[in-house]
């Protein structure tokens, strides 16, 4: 097996470039190499590189040829690290200051409750009376006003406004948005009121965009034209024109439990109706062609790559469809210039020149399910669908469409798991559905927009499209109702992750070679995957932790051990201040079923916890929550040692008050205090060399 891998490996020259390159962009993703040498290290490498080339030229030194592979991985492994370096944000010089400054709109702006969010490029700010030039990316949110409604991708803008640090609540396993911005460059946020901004020009950002954006719009309005309005309108904008963000809750959510939500991200798989589409009608171009030359085919080609990249442009030039668009131009061009084309090659070729663009897309999520499904379907839908002979077309279509949603969900089943946790347990009949129905939408859609002035034919793909979108939402939402529609809150961790693709390479050795060892092999990884997850419930059951998270304004403790306790007030039960603050941190110690005690709960006895007033203990270890002055208000001979003091709402305390009646090892400051409570408290604790935690900059956890 390993010897017939090699040799493929041998014929995907690109595949065997890009694994070292993806290597060296994760080690400096996770590591952050200070590149202040490295460069001239690639530079020595590459030097090294070609010395040995033209050294091992003769017959003797053949075997020693080895040597200059291994520099030239070494040296993708530089070039992978160097271009996160440089593609890194930088940190804003002016934090927390109020500043004149001017920036450029870099997105079309998107309505949120209460402002109006969009990203902008700075471009000169003001600070004692000196300009200070700059390039820093920011997020901008603008207090609601009609005037801000009319503001457009590449208008400049001068605005006063303090600008801030992204912070990241610190949360265990929570979504870490201030990390995910700056892997899009951006590293600072601010907030401008009414009065204090004002546009000054137009147009001054890429031409491109700003006409893709334009032209999203008028198109937008075609849709409205015609009567297609609210989540109908909402729906088929997601499908032709990549644009979410009018798309409801409750319909997002139906599509994710169905197993659709792929249906409404613009990606490959639209990018292939439109591929496939084309295909069929231009495959006369194929039998023009004379003795020496197949023209044909070559102007086929052109016209096939063109129009993917026009349906990129028109979708506002997403990185999905872009990414998607590159990968069939790749694929188009090696089957007109070769008609033997390996795919795996193509996909390398793609996904190589995106990330030398931007190699922080190899966090990206739809990034990794694109790449993922494309392998997988390339690999197992053949091998699928061979496992049946049909001879009926209709069963054999369904039995084909079928076998491509089993062989995607392969590839991405790990990856949804592990960023979702969430399993559409009808995953297979929502694509029978909604894939041809998301196949004539984008047709009627281009109809539609194609005879926008021609009447009746217009009238008539206008009246199709609702009724394929009303078909559309129906069986989505009709799917989403069946019971056991879906596996919600999955606990499924990086160590799941891995050795859950480690599983499915081994099942496409197996398909592959038909080897009876690569299913031992498969098995011997099940077993150490099962003992992992035993070992770690095993730990997690004798080592309790505590944590204290950060939620605004908001006393929130969890003890998880062979329970999980959580004590608060009712209003962390609120299902978004769950989802996103500590279920992800549930999931992870797979505790899902929690048992909730209110904080001001007098009396609570169990094994694993134990509350008497405001003292708690859990295990040996003690607690206190300070949240009234009057808790101090007392004398003692003696000081009462407490391991761990929790100081909420704010009471009106000197830190020393405390230190008179109690020793700690710590004194924590909940999310419930105030801002300037937290800043004087702060001082006096470094004052009195007090080791303290403040939530506010991240939870708080402990094993005990």
């Given at each position: 097996?390993?010897?017939?891998?090699?040799?493929?490996?041998?014929?995907?020259?690109?595949?065997?470039?890009?694994?070292?390159?993806?290597?060296?962009?994760?080690?400096?993703?996770?590591?952050?190499?200070?590149?202040?040498?490295?460069?001239?290290?690639?530079?020595?490498?590459?030097?090294?590189?070609?010395?040995?080339?033209?050294?091992?030229?003769?017959?003797?030194?053949?075997?020693?040829?080895?040597?200059?592979?291994?520099?030239?991985?070494?040296?993708?492994?530089?070039?992978?690290?160097?271009?996160?370096?440089?593609?890194?944000?930088?940190?804003?010089?002016?934090?927390?200051?109020?500043?004149?400054?001017?920036?450029?709109?870099?997105?079309?702006?998107?309505?949120?409750?209460?402002?109006?969010?969009?990203?902008?490029?700075?471009?000169?700010?003001?600070?004692?009376?000196?300009?200070?030039?700059?390039?820093?990316?920011?997020?901008?949110?603008?207090?609601?006003?009609?005037?801000?409604?009319?503001?457009?991708?590449?208008?400049?803008?001068?605005?006063?406004?303090?600008?801030?640090?992204?912070?990241?609540?610190?949360?265990?396993?929570?979504?870490?948005?201030?990390?995910?911005?700056?892997?899009?460059?951006?590293?600072?946020?601010?907030?401008?009121?009414?009065?204090?901004?004002?546009?000054?020009?137009?147009?001054?950002?890429?031409?491109?965009?700003?006409?893709?954006?334009?032209?999203?719009?008028?198109?937008?309005?075609?849709?409205?034209?015609?009567?297609?309005?609210?989540?109908?309108?909402?729906?088929?904008?997601?499908?032709?024109?990549?644009?979410?963000?009018?798309?409801?809750?409750?319909?997002?959510?139906a599509f994710v439990v169905s197993g659709a939500m792929h249906i409404l991200a613009v990606s490959g798989l639209h990018v292939g109706i439109i591929y496939f589409m084309l295909n069929f009608f231009l495959k006369f171009l194929d039998k023009f062609k004379n003795d020496k030359f197949n023209y044909g085919k070559y102007i086929k080609a052109f016209i096939l790559i063109a129009f993917l990249w026009v349906?990129?442009?028109?979708?506002?030039?997403?990185?999905?469809?872009?990414?998607?668009?590159?990968?069939?131009?790749?694929?188009?061009?090696?089957?007109?210039?070769?008609?033997?084309?390996?795919?795996?090659?193509?996909?390398?070729?793609?996904?190589?020149?995106?990330?030398?663009?931007?190699?922080?897309?190899?966090?990206?999520?739809?990034?990794?399910?694109?790449?993922?499904?494309?392998?997988?379907?390339?690999?197992?839908?053949?091998?699928?669908?061979?496992?049946?002979?049909?001879?009926?077309?209709?069963?054999?279509?369904?039995?084909?469409?079928?076998?491509?949603?089993?062989?995607?969900?392969?590839?991405?089943?790990?990856?949804?798991?592990?960023?979702?946790?969430?399993?559409?347990?009808?995953?297979?009949?929502?694509?029978?559905?909604?894939?041809?129905?998301?196949?004539?939408?984008?047709?009627?859609?281009?109809?539609?927009?194609?005879?926008?002035?021609?009447?009746?034919?217009?009238?008539?793909?206008?009246?199709?499209?609702?009724?394929?979108?009303?078909?559309?939402?129906?069986?989505?939402?009709?799917?989403?109702?069946?019971?056991?529609?879906?596996?919600?809150?999955?606990?499924?961790?990086?160590?799941?992750?891995?050795?859950?693709?480690?599983?499915?390479?081994?099942?496409?050795?197996?398909?592959?070679?038909?080897?009876?060892?690569?299913?031992?092999?498969?098995?011997?990884?099940?077993?150490?995957?099962?003992?992992?997850?035993?070992?770690?419930?095993?730990?997690?059951?004798?080592?309790?932790?505590?944590?204290?998270?950060?939620?605004?304004?908001?006393?929130?403790?969890?003890?998880?051990?062979?329970?999980?306790?959580?004590?608060?007030?009712?209003?962390?039960?609120?299902?978004?201040?769950?989802?996103?603050?500590?279920?992800?941190?549930?999931?992870?110690?797979?505790?899902k079923e929690y048992e909730f005690i209110h904080i001001n709960t007098s009396n609570y006895n169990s094994q694993l916890f134990n509350k008497k007033g405001n003292y708690f203990k859990v295990n040996s270890k003690t607690f206190l929550i300070i949240n009234s002055e009057k808790q101090v208000e007392f004398l003692s001979e003696k000081k009462l040692f407490i391991d761990y003091i929790i100081i909420s709402?704010?009471?009106?305390?000197?830190?020393?008050?405390?230190?008179?009646?109690?020793?700690?090892?710590?004194?924590?400051?909940?999310?419930?205090?105030?801002?300037?409570?937290?800043?004087?408290?702060?001082?006096?604790?470094?004052?009195?060399?007090?080791?303290?935690?403040?939530?506010?900059?991240?939870?708080?956890?402990?094993?005990?």
């Amino acid at each position: 097996m390993f010897l017939s891998f090699i040799q493929f490996i041998k014929q995907l020259p690109f595949v065997r470039l890009i694994i070292p390159f993806i290597l060296g962009i994760i080690l400096q993703i996770f590591f952050e190499y200070n590149f202040n040498y490295h460069s001239i290290i690639a530079v020595v490498l590459l030097l090294l590189l070609l010395l040995t080339e033209f050294n091992l030229k003769d017959s003797l030194s053949f075997q020693y040829r080895f040597i200059s592979g291994i520099l030239l991985n070494i040296l993708l492994v530089v070039l992978g690290s160097w271009l996160v370096f440089v593609n890194s944000a930088n940190f804003f010089k002016n934090y927390n200051e109020e500043l004149v400054s001017e920036a450029i709109i870099m997105e079309p702006l998107v309505e949120k409750i209460n402002s109006y969010k969009t990203f902008a490029e700075i471009k000169r700010y003001y600070v004692n009376n000196s300009v200070v030039i700059s390039d820093d990316k920011i997020v901008i949110y603008f207090e609601k006003d009609i005037s801000v409604k009319k503001l457009n991708y590449g208008d400049k803008i001068i605005f006063k406004s303090k600008i801030n640090r992204i912070k990241n609540s610190g949360n265990p396993y929570e979504f870490n948005y201030k990390e995910f911005l700056f892997r899009k460059g951006i590293c600072a946020q601010t907030y401008i009121k009414r009065a204090n901004w004002k546009k000054i020009s137009e147009d001054n950002a890429s031409f491109i965009y700003s006409f893709s954006y334009k032209l999203r719009e008028n198109l937008a309005d075609v849709y409205k034209r015609y009567g297609i309005d609210n989540q109908q309108f909402a729906i088929l904008q997601a499908l032709t024109l990549g644009n979410k963000s009018e798309i409801e809750e409750d319909t997002r959510h139906a599509f994710v439990v169905s197993g659709a939500m792929h249906i409404l991200a613009v990606s490959g798989l639209h990018v292939g109706i439109i591929y496939f589409m084309l295909n069929f009608f231009l495959k006369f171009l194929d039998k023009f062609k004379n003795d020496k030359f197949n023209y044909g085919k070559y102007i086929k080609a052109f016209i096939l790559i063109a129009f993917l990249w026009v349906f990129a442009f028109v979708s506002g030039l997403s990185p999905s469809v872009s990414r998607a668009a590159l990968m069939f131009t790749f694929v188009i061009f090696g089957k007109t210039v070769n008609s033997i084309v390996n795919i795996y090659n193509s996909l390398a070729i793609s996904a190589f020149i995106l990330l030398l663009i931007d190699p922080y897309k190899i966090t990206n999520v739809g990034f990794q399910l694109s790449y993922f499904a494309v392998i997988a379907i390339v690999h197992f839908h053949p091998k699928i669908i061979n496992l049946f002979v049909i001879k009926n077309k209709i069963l054999y279509y369904i039995w084909s469409l079928t076998a491509v949603s089993i062989a995607a969900q392969i590839g991405t089943v790990s990856i949804s798991l592990y960023y979702f946790h969430v399993f559409p347990n009808y995953f297979i009949l929502t694509n029978i559905l909604v894939i041809p129905l998301a196949t004539a939408i984008i047709y009627s859609a281009t109809g539609l927009l194609l005879t926008s002035t021609i009447p009746y034919l217009s009238d008539f793909f206008a009246f199709a499209l609702k009724k394929l979108i009303f078909a559309l939402n129906y069986s989505v939402n009709n799917i989403e109702a069946l019971p056991f529609s879906n596996f919600e809150n999955v606990s499924f961790n990086f160590s799941d992750l891995i050795f859950s693709i480690l599983v499915i390479i081994m099942i496409a050795f197996y398909f592959h070679y038909k080897q009876t060892k690569d299913l031992l092999i498969t098995l011997f990884i099940v077993l150490l995957w099962l003992g992992f997850n035993t070992s770690r419930k095993v730990y997690t059951k004798l080592n309790n932790q505590v944590f204290v998270y950060n939620i605004k304004d908001v006393s929130t403790i969890n003890v998880i051990g062979d329970k999980n306790i959580l004590l608060a007030d009712s209003s962390v039960l609120n299902s978004d201040i769950k989802k996103y603050n500590f279920l992800n941190n549930w999931m992870h110690f797979n505790k899902k079923e929690y048992e909730f005690i209110h904080i001001n709960t007098s009396n609570y006895n169990s094994q694993l916890f134990n509350k008497k007033g405001n003292y708690f203990k859990v295990n040996s270890k003690t607690f206190l929550i300070i949240n009234s002055e009057k808790q101090v208000e007392f004398l003692s001979e003696k000081k009462l040692f407490i391991d761990y003091i929790i100081i909420s709402n704010s009471p009106r305390i000197k830190i020393n008050k405390i230190l008179n009646l109690y020793k700690s090892k710590i004194l924590i400051f909940d999310s419930s205090n105030d801002f300037y409570s937290i800043e004087n408290w702060k001082a006096e604790c470094k004052n009195l060399k007090q080791d303290c935690c403040f939530v506010i900059d991240g939870a708080f956890s402990k094993y005990l």
